[in-house]
């Protein structure tokens, strides 16, 4: 039995979509090109010139032709490292206290990764949206982010990452697999309520694999935030359009890591 062909004119589509990846941005090409080469490693066209019955020569033979040129661009992506993955490198996997590292990283503006405050600003775009009164979108220059704090001094209290600023104050706590403590998002709201004042708007993002309601927030629920990793993954990569390639890429890859927690 000859092996099937794929149908012609869905790779006729591929292709052109894989002509238009190159055209265009190349930011986008790390994050487009692993399912398009998985897909493309699972196309057989030993003899490209046998088809089937219905389908048309010249187009597989046009395919096969396409397929050869691609050749060279692909090969030298392998060679560019835009297609490789540092975070499964650094075997982040779903371990919540190195991804909350990684994630601290990203949001500071003085990080040394390249993104300025624009992953940032994204993340309080969201939260800004969810809350019913209004919420800084903007950082200042003073800004601190840092992972592992204690906002009361109590080790009992110790927060994933804080966000500090002059003009609000927020709490990112960082859920994978393990589960809520008693009491628990209620007790950073209250801590960030003390720890304000009054004097700064705050808030608490609950970051958790599905985006699951805040069920230990209490009677301060309306200050929870609930996102889940698919959702920050999304404001990794509207960020990166902004970024230079690299920053863009580093950003692009951490959102395809954090999308499949």
């Known amino acids: 039995m000859k092996p099937s062909i794929p149908d012609p004119s869905a790779l006729t589509a591929l292709m052109s979509g894989l002509r238009g990846c190159f055209a265009k941005d190349e930011s986008r090409i790390a994050a487009r090109l692993p399912r398009l080469l998985n897909i493309l490693r699972g196309l057989a066209l030993e003899n490209p010139y046998e088809t089937a019955a219905d389908s048309k020569p010249p187009a597989s033979a046009a395919i096969a032709n396409l397929l050869d ?59 800004a949206t969810k809350l019913t009164d209004s919420f800084p979108e903007i950082p200042s220059p003073g800004c601190l982010v840092s992972v592992e704090q204690c906002p009361d001094g109590d080790r009992a209290n110790r927060v994933d ?85 690299i920053p863009s890429f580093l950003a692009t890859s951490f959102a395809n890591h954090v999308s499949n927690l």
């Open 69 to 127: 040129n691609a050749r060279e661009p692909f090969g030298s992506l392998d060679g560019s490292g835009l297609l490789s993955d540092p975070w499964a490198a650094a075997a982040l996997r779903r371990d919540e206290v190195r991804n909350a590292s990684v994630l601290r990283w990203f949001l500071d503006p003085r990080g040394n990764h390249g993104c300025g405050d624009a992953i940032l600003k994204n993340l309080l775009a969201r939260v």
């Open 161 to 245: 990452i804080q966000v500090d600023d002059t003009a609000f104050f927020l709490v990112i706590e960082v859920k994978i697999d393990a589960p809520d403590q008693n009491r628990q998002l209620e007790r950073y709201c209250a801590i960030a309520a003390a720890r304000t004042g009054g004097a700064r708007p705050w808030a608490v993002v609950y970051l958790t694999a599905g985006g699951r309601p805040a069920a230990t927030a209490g009677h301060l629920v309306n200050r929870v935030v609930a996102l889940s990793w698919s959702q920050l993954g999304a404001s990794l990569r509207e960020a990166a359009r902004a970024l230079a390639p």
